[in-house]
Structures are given as structure tokens and as C-alpha cells.
T-cell receptor, first 113, second 116 residues
Framework: GENVEQHPSTLSVQEGDSAVIKCTYS??????FPWYKQELGKRPQLIID?????DKRQGQRVTVLLNKTVKHLSLQIAATQPGDSAVYFC????????????FGTGTKLQVIP | GAVVSQHPSRVICKSGTSVKIECRSL??????MFWYRQFPKQSLMLMAT?????????EQGVEKDKFLINHASLTLSTLTVTSAHPEDSSFYIC????????????FGNGTRLTVT
């Protein structure tokens, strides 16, 4: 079955520094990789995603890299702010109208003011 | 944008009773909805896939007779936790995607279930 390993499980950074989270997925059929931010007691919020026809995508302060050869993903959050403190999940899915999503194990990010 | 509404947001029930959670797609039709469970400090684990007009598909280890799923229309799926026990206390989240290749996944706000 699908499996997504994510590390680190916890990450503390100083405000203004960058945070990097890495994932390894197992399903070579996966072609869509969303990243979610989840605050305590709330639903996951999509922050950025990448499809398998790309190897890099940038958003506002976030960059995601995809290496399909080794099935690696990474998320970089630049210039971190206290509001970035949350749990982050990578995920994989095969986007074919049937969007079963497998989530990574999660990274709790703490941005220290 | 597309919205998924989930109710109730919080529920406390006594052990042995049943609880129903509703998930509605408000402005789009969802032939498929997904139910996830999240224990404290853990990831979201898929419980089952709810298919409109047919039986749900359950993940390995999820008891279909305990977690009843009904997807009677293109906008509503329900999850009923039957004979709830304290170990069923968790955060339950539904999600729904569109039917096209590029449709994003939309999550409900989740239901915090506490079984006493």
C-alpha cells in the first residue's frame, strides 16, 4: 500500500530563518502531491501543490521540490513567521477523479519569535 | 470556492450510543467523499471512501459494521459511529473532490468526537 514518510517530526526555527521538511513516498503511480498546514483542531489547509510533470513550484515564501526518480519531496518555508507555527503534512495521490490521499506523518513546526 | 460543510463540529456521547456525522458539498456535486480519522498528534488516516449510490470502500482494519457510511446523494455523505466506545474518541474529517483531473480536494471542518 501507499506509505509516506516525513521528517523531521518536530522542527524549531528562529523567526526569519528557513524551515525545510522532507518526504519520501512509495507509490510510483502518484502524480499529485499537495502540502497541507493544519492548526490545532482545524482542518488541513492546502498551502502548495505540485504535479508529477514538474520538479519545482514556488509560492509566496514556500517552495516545493519533487524528485520522481527517488520519490522525494521537500517543502521550504522562507522567512518564517510565528504564524507559520503549525503541523505540516505532505501527501500523495493519483489524481484521476478519485482522490484518495495518503498523508505523511506530519511535522510540527515551531517558529520562535 | 468549493465548500464542504461538516456537522456537528463537536459531539460528546455516552459509551454504547451512536453518533451521526454529516458531510455536505455545498456548491458542487461529489460522487466520491472520503472519511478520515485523526488521533491526537497523529496524521490523518483514511477510513473509507464513500461512493454515491453504492457501498463504501473501507480501508484495512476499519470495521464497516461499526462505521456506517451512507452516500445517498451527490451532496451528502454521513458517517455513523455505532456503539461508540472511548477509544473511538477522535477527530473525524470528511473530504470531497471534484470529478475532473485537476479538481482540488476540499475538507470539512472536522468533528471532534468524545465518548465518555
Amino acid at each position: 500500500g501507499e506509505n509516506v514518510e516525513q521528517h523531521p517530526s518536530t522542527l524549531s526555527v528562529q523567526e526569519g530563518d528557513s524551515a525545510v521538511i522532507k518526504c519520501t513516498y512509495s507509490d510510483s503511480a502518484s502524480n499529485y502531491f499537495p502540502w497541507y498546514k493544519q492548526e490545532l483542531g482545524k482542518r488541513p489547509q492546502l498551502i502548495i501543490d505540485i504535479r508529477s510533470n514538474m520538479d519545482k513550484r514556488q509560492g509566496q515564501r514556500v517552495t516545493v521540490l519533487l524528485n520522481k526518480t527517488v520519490k522525494h519531496l521537500s517543502l521550504q518555508i522562507a522567512a518564517t513567521q510565528p504564524g507559520d507555527s503549525a503541523v505540516y503534512f505532505c501527501a500523495e495521490t493519483f489524481s484521476g477523479g478519485y482522490q484518495k490521499v495518503t498523508f505523511g506523518t506530519g511535522t510540527k513546526l515551531q517558529v520562535i519569535p | 470556492g468549493a465548500v464542504v460543510s461538516q456537522h456537528p463540529s463537536r459531539v460528546i456521547c455516552k459509551s454504547g450510543t451512536s453518533v451521526k456525522i454529516e458531510c455536505r458539498s455545498l456548491d458542487f456535486q461529489a460522487t466520491t467523499m472520503f472519511w478520515y480519522r485523526q488521533f491526537p498528534k497523529q496524521s490523518l488516516m483514511l477510513m473509507a471512501t464513500s461512493n454515491e449510490g453504492s457501498k463504501a470502500t473501507y480501508e484495512q482494519g476499519v470495521e464497516k459494521d461499526k462505521f456506517l457510511i451512507n452516500h445517498a446523494s451527490l451532496t451528502l455523505s454521513t458517517l455513523t459511529v455505532t456503539s461508540a466506545h472511548p477509544e473511538d474518541s477522535s477527530f473525524y474529517i470528511c473530504s470531497a473532490g471534484g470529478t475532473s483531473y485537476n479538481s482540488p480536494l476540499h475538507f470539512g471542518n472536522g468533528t471532534r468526537l468524545t465518548v465518555t
